[in-house]
């Protein structure tokens, strides 16, 4: 059985950073793109940032870069999302989610990914 755990989320000043984990078990996802999305009170779930399967293609929602990074370890099938000068409309439900994504292109559609995670809430406050 195919799980995505994520982690790390918590309350956080505005400016401040947090680093989330997402644990992913049940098969190798060495050959799978990688991703996070996020969905905020009220709002439809959104595209965050997310990896291809070799590490070569990132691609980041322009409201996030230069303030988030992304990277995983693919020895402990792992993937971890660097948030930095969090502000306060970063604040969501964080998830993870992994699919078998060859074009670039692809890597922001929700629906490229079958696999997700529960979800890590992230608060920032003012």
């Known amino acids: 059985q195919v799980e995505l755990v994520e982690s790390g989320g918590g309350l956080v000043q505005a400016g401040g950073s947090l680093r989330l984990s997402c644990a992913a078990s049940g098969r190798s996802f060495s050959s799978y793109a990688m991703g996070w999305f996020r969905q905020a009170p009220g709002k439809e779930r959104e595209f965050v940032v997310a990896i291809n399967w070799s590490g070569s293609s990132v691609s980041y929602a322009d409201s996030v870069k230069g303030r988030f990074e992304i990277s995983r370890d693919i020895v402990k099938n792992t993937l971890f999302l660097q948030m930095n000068s969090l502000k306060v409309e970063d604040t969501a439900v964080y998830y993870c989610?992994?699919?078998?994504?060859?074009?670039?292109?692809?890597?922001?559609?929700?629906?490229?990914?079958?696999?997700w995670g529960q979800g890590t809430q992230v608060t920032v406050s003012s």
């Open positions: 989610a992994a699919g078998e994504i060859i074009s670039t292109q692809a890597l922001g559609t929700m629906r490229s990914y079958p696999y």
